[in-house]
């Protein structure tokens, strides 16, 4: 654990310095996000902190490989992780092209495709579920690459999606990549394996690079991630899921506490994990599909009517409706690994607990705030 944590240290202190090298790039670059009919931010806000946010992640690999539990791993556990950073920094480069010239979203999507077709190609993809009897279900090539395109693809438009208010991706990427890094080192320690993982080692990396990333995106924002940031931080997410199917044998991925089985269908444990971790962003992205379609719009006309915008218009500030926003992943994230690895009343209890605080603050905090409601002053003396 404790080299897990130097990763985290280091991803997040090296993508909190680089921000500051990516903010003048973007300013001398003219990567800057003007402001339009549907952002909430007043003035206009420099791109590309997506470039910091991927040297975080490559000083966290490569210090990683010299640490000296991590760097006795299994073969596969580097050079996975490596793949993974190619196809992000190819993807954030496609990211930094949109920023600078505004891609048409054809285009991005064929960035997108590509670096998921790069994961595929060299070997990051599913590979096998595993049924609650512990027998596994082995997919074809085929199946292999569309299941794992998918996933990636959809992920990373997912987070996208969400990226509308200051610290909101990386927020819920931040949170959503701590709770799987948790889920996977505690399925190794449960099942007495290698604590060593490509998914625990680049979900904690990511997580260390949302939060360095945060005290410049947090309201109000020095500086955006952009295109760059919210893909590349969607595709290693998405990929650090995906490897888990690759170094877990079949029995293990069945497994929960003390031996039992996951109260999750672990069959589908390996592709529920990243889509109930990102379920808030993906949500919002079904919804203005449906929404946009039903008006005879393309699926990727911007709007202004995500839920965050919701959120601002029920009474939140930009600040408690991005606070909201990471209850909710968080409740989502970790409660899905809770359930997956643990079983009886008081996994219930505290998701039920979990659930009604953030209910509560959702749709009561705009209610106490509203100048109806503020507390009358006494008496003048």
Not at 290 to 298: D, F, K
Request: charged residues 10%.
């Amino acid at each position: 654990m404790r080299e897990y944590i130097l990763v985290f240290l280091v991803a997040a202190s090296v993508t909190y310095l680089l921000t500051v090298i990516a903010r003048e790039i973007a300013l001398r670059t003219g990567a800057v996000a003007r402001v339009r009919d549907r952002d909430v931010h007043a003035e206009p806000i420099p791109y590309l902190g997506g470039l910091a946010m991927l040297g975080g992640l490559v000083a966290a690999y490569l210090v990683a490989r010299e640490l000296p539990f991590l760097s006795l791993s299994g073969p596969f556990v580097f050079r996975d992780a490596g793949v993974v950073i190619v196809a992000g920094a190819l993807i954030c480069a496609v990211g930094v092209l949109d920023d600078l010239f505004e891609l048409d979203a054809l285009t991005k999507l064929g960035g997108q495709l590509l670096a998921a077709g790069f994961l595929v190609a060299f070997g990051v993809q599913f590979y096998f579920f595993t049924g609650p009897d512990g027998q596994v279900f082995s997919l074809d090539p085929a199946q292999r690459a569309l299941l794992t395109g998918f996933l990636v693809v959809a992920t990373i438009n997912a987070v996208n999606f969400v990226d509308g208010l200051d610290g909101l991706a990386a927020g819920v990427v931040g949170v959503g990549a701590l709770a799987f890094f948790l889920f996977c080192y505690q399925l190794t320690s449960l099942n007495n394996t290698s604590r060593a993982t490509t998914a625990a080692l680049l979900a904690v990396a990511l997580a260390g690079a949302c939060v360095g990333f945060l005290p410049h995106n947090f309201n109000p924002a020095r500086l955006f991630m952009g295109d760059s940031g919210s893909m590349l931080i969607g595709l290693v997410l998405s990929a650090s899921a995906v490897t888990l199917t690759g170094q877990f044998a079949g029995s293990d991925l069945s497994q929960g506490g003390a031996g039992s089985q996951a109260s999750l269908a672990p069959t589908l444990l390996p592709l529920l994990l990243p889509i109930t971790i990102l379920v808030v962003p993906l949500l919002d992205l079904v919804l203005a599909i449906v929404r946009r379609t039903r008006a005879g719009r393309s699926p990727f006309a911007p709007d202004k009517q995500h839920l965050h915008h919701r959120l601002l218009e029920i009474g939140h500030s930009q600040r408690r409706a991005v606070l909201i926003m990471w209850m909710w992943a968080a409740l989502v994230a970790f409660g899905t690994v809770l359930a997956s690895l643990y079983s009886g009343p008081w996994v219930v209890a505290a998701l039920l607990g979990g659930a009604g605080v953030t209910v509560a603050l959702t749709f009561l905090l705009p209610v106490l705030h509203r100048p109806g409601h503020a507390v009358p002053a006494g008496p003048p003396a």
